[in-house]
Nanobody, 115 residues
């Protein structure tokens, strides 16, 4: 069964850092485009950052310069390094894998930024 399992969320003070991980049980992980999305209460899910199978990446303007997405194909894992966290970054963060018409989601991990 294909699974995406996120970890690394938690409570952090403003200005702090967290690193999210998403472990994928996908065959040929390296050919999937991977992404991190987030959904805050009462808001729509939004793209935070994405990285293609070829290693190209992009991120939302709201996190540019603070968040970095990366992947380790040998470990079937994608990461989201989050620095200089702000209260508005509070949300459930979801891992996403995409290949053609195949779209996979993890169960989400809560990130709360509060003092």
């Amino acid at each position: 069964q294909v699974q995406l399992v996120e970890s690394g969320g938690g409570l952090v003070q403003p200005g702090g850092s967290l690193r999210l991980s998403c472990a994928a049980s996908i065959s040929i992980f390296s050919i999937y485009n991977m992404g991190w999305y987030r959904q805050a209460p009462g808001k729509q899910r939004e793209l935070v950052a994405a990285i293609t199978s070829g290693g190209r990446f992009n991120s939302a303007d709201s996190v540019k310069g603070r968040f970095t997405i990366s992947r380790d194909n040998a470990k079937n894992t994608v990461y989201l390094q989050m620095n200089s966290l702000k209260p508005e970054d509070t949300a459930v963060y979801y891992c996403n894998a995409a290949l053609g018409l195949t779209i996979l989601w993890g169960q989400g991990t809560q990130v709360t930024v509060a003092s």
